[in-house]
């Protein structure tokens, strides 16, 4: 809704703007935050800041274009609904912080869809659309003396509300809880699930110990290349024995708490097999370490962090996320030195913390019949020796 129109353009003349620049302007959410950006060449960034500026402060929410939206995102419900991925990670979140906010699904409910109203629309943008709680980042040809100024002369009409993130938070925490959630559907060839631990939030010590953990346990994927010949001591005895036909480990954070597990497909007669693969690999993080794997893990953290950075959109979404998360950007030579001090103690320090007989949440869709139940992943969060 906030492309559709504002008192000072009307949707079409917002599409024309962007497109005689042969600008981009989109938008996306995650659990916890919402990003506006547009891409422009450097000489049409005040006219981008500007745009960014109306449609933040002075949106219309028509009713009639409100009516029309809401067959849009119910849509885009059934598109989601379709992403088996995204479908188990929204259960997944749903279990493992179940009637807090971090168990909804992004796009909501489709009750509140239907019912949206534009007071509702409203009532959000002035309360959660406020100076203190908003970040404006810029990459690229831009200066930072220009873009302050023009922020300063622009976002005038936002509330100076001191209402901050971890304010809403602790009026709401979110509460992991050791669960499962299961959808047991035949039609479907390979089945999918995803095991979890709680995780550590943005600011804990330990989350970069956890991004390292992470990359020891890896990735792997039958059609890709690597074959069984992977770092990863879970990804070749996955690879070896056959038993997915992908694997990913995840590492999610939140303001005050986050998700770390595997992301796993099979075969319905290989579930046994891969569950166990999954679970004694994960959980001998707190007991057999070598420095050879942790080297190679710090490695394939900060390769994969620079890759991401590789142009001026994850640029700013970095600053941007950073400066919410952290009050900061946190210079690279930090974040490596970070990296660099967590050792094969550090992260079996850090697994018995969160791994060792620690509660776990499960979401498995597909032909699971053959998914051990709950009992037996919760038996094996400590070391399994046979």
């Keep these: 809704m906030i492309f559709k129109g504002t008192e000072r353009r ?58 029309r939206e809401r067959d849009v995102i119910l849509r885009e419900m059934e598109e989601v609904e379709g992403q088996t991925e995204e479908v188990i990670f929204d259960h997944l ?10 168990g909804r699904t992004i796009l909501g409910p489709a009750q509140n869809i239907k019912t949206i109203t534009k007071a509702h629309l409203q009532n959000y943008i002035q309360t959660h ?25 622009l976002f005038t009409k936002l509330s100076t509300d001191p209402t901050t993130t971890s304010q809403l938070v602790a009026n709401e925490p979110a509460i992991f809880t050791g669960s ?8 479907i060839p390979l089945a999918q699930f995803a095991v979890a631990f709680e995780g550590a939030s943005w600011k804990d010590p330990d989350s970069i110990a ?3 953990m992470q990359a020891m346990l890896g990735s792997w994927n039958k059609t890709a290349g690597g074959g069984k010949h992977m770092g990863s001591e879970l990804a070749q005895r996955v690879g070896i024995n056959e038993v ?12 005050d708490t986050g998700l770390f597990g595997v992301y796993a497909v099979a075969k319905p007669d290989s579930l046994d097999d891969l569950s166990y693969a999954i679970m004694y690999e994960t959980t001998k993080l707190a007991y057999r370490v070598s420095e050879d794997d942790v080297t190679r893990a710090r490695n394939q953290l900060k390769s994969s962090l620079l890759l991401h950075i590789d142009g001026t959109s ?10 919410l ?8 030579a930090e974040l490596f030195a970070r990296i660099d001090a967590v050792d094969a103690s550090t992260i079996k320090r850090v697994a018995n913390r969160f791994i060792y007989d620690k509660d776990v949440a499960i979401a498995a869709m597909g032909p699971i019949q053959r998914l051990p139940d709950y009992n037996w992943f919760r038996r094996r969060t400590y070391w399994n020796r046979y």
Aim: net charge negative; hydrophobic share 35%; proline share 4%.
């Design 244 to 255: 997915a036909e992908s694997i990913m480990a995840f590492n999610t954070n939140y303001k």
């Design 210 to 212: 956890l991004m390292v």
């Design 325 to 332: 998360t952290y009050g900061r950007r946190i210079p690279f």
């Design 93 to 102: 979140h749903a279990t493992a912080f179940q009637y807090t906010p971090l």
């Design 129 to 153: 659309y406020t100076a203190p709680r908003m970040v404006i980042a810029a990459s690229g040809a831009v200066k930072h003396e220009d873009i302050v100024e023009q922020v300063k002369k």
């Design 10 to 67: 009307n949707a079409r003349e917002l599409e024309e703007e962007i497109e005689n620049m042969g600008g981009h302007l989109n938008a996306y959410t995650s659990r916890e935050q919402t990003t506006y950006y547009a891409k422009v060449t450097h000489q049409d960034v005040p006219q981008a800041l500007d745009i960014l500026s109306d449609i933040l402060q002075n949106s219309r929410f028509e009713d009639n274009r409100i009516s």
């Design 314 to 323: 994850p640029v700013a979404e970095d600053i941007g996320r950073q400066l």
């Design 180 to 187: 499962e959630v299961r959808m047991l559907d035949d039609d």
